[in-house]
């Protein structure tokens, strides 16, 4: 199962690529697709299991998906803090 299957959009795919993330954990399968329905979570799951990435993603979709639709073209900046905060 790929990030796009879950629904999250091409620019946070790519995104989530470009930092070596090519497919879900098996907290961000649960988790991503109920969040993205509007339910609420509560998870708990070892620490390096891609936690954050699973609350923070539906986060930042719902986020660029503010207004007009998303454009598939659209760039998303990754903060490098953020990015070297993986183990």
Known sequence: ISFHQLFISKPLTKAASDLDYEHPTVIQRQVIPTILEGNDVLAHAITGSGKTAAY??????KYINLGDQVDDNRQVE???AAANQRA
């Open 56 to 61: 923070l993603l539906p986060i930042l979709e």
């Open 78 to 80: 990754v903060p490098r």
